[in-house]
Antibody, heavy 122, light 109 residues
Framework: QLQLQESGPGLVKPSETLSLTCTVS??????????WGWIRQPPGKGLEWIGS???????YYNPSLKSRVTISVDTSKNQFSLKLSSVTAADTAVYYC??????????????WGQGTLVTVSS | EIVMTQSPATLSVSPGERATLSCRAS??????LAWYQQKPGQAPRLLIY???NRATGVPATFSGSGSGTEFTLTISSLQSEDFAVYFC???????????FGQGTKLEIK
């Protein structure tokens, strides 16, 4: 059974870099069928896609966050990671990792981690 | 950039009745539209992809329709576990990216 689990600090200071890791179990992150992504949700608000990565390292990012985002993959650990630099209070959110499936021709996020709340505060 | 607009923001419906949620795209997205359900404290769950296809394990009480710019999620005979927030999502082929609607909260009347 596929599971995704986010991990990382729950509190980050303004201007610093937010770092999260998603550990995938029950499936190989190196599968050619899937991309892996990060989505966030500020408290009480909607969902915002941050970016996605393929096991080969190919990435694409939300243009609104691109200058601050780096997503990487470690296939040996079956993990992928998010770094968001120069954070402000506006980056406070629940951060989700998810698997992107397009096997039916329509890219969707079919499996999600439980999410982790990251608060930006001094 | 394609903007996804959901309506209404909040929908109050009695258990056993039908709920109809709308999602409008600022330009045509063909059938590239998905719906997700999110309950408090939980991650979103994929319900519908390709505008009208139910994801694995989704009951037949959920149905999606529409194409182009107008889409509908219908939940027939609402059960207590169906009261949640629903998001629509579009995938853009180029530049690649995902856009979510702002959500509709389905609450018990």
């Amino acid at each position: 059974q596929l599971q995704l689990q986010e991990s990382g600090p729950g509190l980050v200071k303004p201007s610093e870099t937010l770092s999260l890791t998603c550990t995938v179990s029950g499936a190989s992150i190196s599968s050619s069928s899937y991309y892996w992504g990060w989505i966030r949700q500020p408290p009480g608000k909607g969902l915002e896609w941050i970016g996605s990565i393929y096991y080969s390292g190919t990435t694409y990012y939300n243009p609104s966050l691109k200058s601050r985002v780096t997503i990487s993959v470690d296939t040996s650990k079956n993990q992928f990671s998010l770094k968001l630099s120069s954070v402000t209070a506006a980056d406070t959110a629940v951060y989700y990792c998810a698997r992107r499936d397009s096997s039916e021709g329509y890219p969707t996020f079919d499996h999600w981690g439980q999410g982790t709340l990251v608060t930006v505060s001094s | 950039e394609i903007v996804m607009t959901q309506s209404p923001a909040t929908l109050s419906v009695s258990p056993g009745e039908r709920a109809t949620l709308s999602c409008r795209a600022s330009q045509s997205v063909s059938f590239n539209l998905a719906w997700y359900q999110q309950k408090p404290g939980q991650a979103p769950r994929l319900l519908i992809y390709g505008a009208s296809n139910r994801a694995t394990g989704v009951p037949a009480t959920f149905s999606g329709s529409g194409s182009g710019t107008e889409f509908t999620l219908t939940i027939s005979s609402l059960q207590s576990e169906d009261f949640a927030v629903y998001f629509c999502q579009h995938y853009n082929n180029w530049p690649p990216g995902y856009t979510f609607g702002q959500g509709t909260k389905l609450e018990i009347k």
